[in-house]
């Protein structure tokens, strides 16, 4: 059972940046897409940017493109998200999130909730105007 643990939300001024941190108890072999969603109560998660195990293949949500960058560290079971230039629709918790088994060009792709094995427990991100 892996354990995926997030870091690095808090509270900043719009135009800002923060960087998101999220770390796995354990390596897993294999593909695996790992990414992160965020959530607005009354809303539902959205993935707003995905990475492959090679990190070839990328995605990112139309809303952050440009702004967000997915970054994930093999050796170190890592997984970063800096943001800058941050909205107040970025308010969000953000979550952290592992795939099970996929093909890596997967990744390019939304990801269905269906298809993540481990979700973190979710770190607060609040913008302020």
């Known amino acids: 059972q892996v354990q995926l643990m997030e870091s690095g939300g808090g509270s900043v001024q719009a135009g800002g940046s923060l960087t998101l941190s999220c770390a796995a108890s354990?390596?897993?072999?294999?593909?695996?897409?790992m990414a992160w969603f965020r959530q607005v109560p009354g809303k539902e998660r959205e993935e707003v940017a995905g990475?492959?195990?090679?990190?070839?293949?990328?995605y990112y949500a139309d809303s952050v493109r440009g702004r967000f960058f997915i970054s994930r560290d093999m050796r170190k079971n890592t997984l970063s998200l800096r943001m800058n230039d941050l909205k107040p629709e970025d308010t969000a918790m953000y979550y952290c999130?592992?795939?099970?088994?996929?093909?890596?060009?997967?990744?390019?792709?939304?990801?269905?909730?269906?298809?993540?094995?481990?979700w973190g427990q979710g770190t607060q991100v609040t913008v302020s105007s």
């Open positions: 999130a592992q795939s099970r088994t996929l093909v890596p060009r997967t990744c390019t792709q939304i990801l269905p909730e269906n298809n993540v094995a481990y």
């Open positions: 990475v492959s195990s090679g990190t070839t293949f990328l």
């Open positions: 354990q390596a897993t072999n294999g593909n695996f897409c």
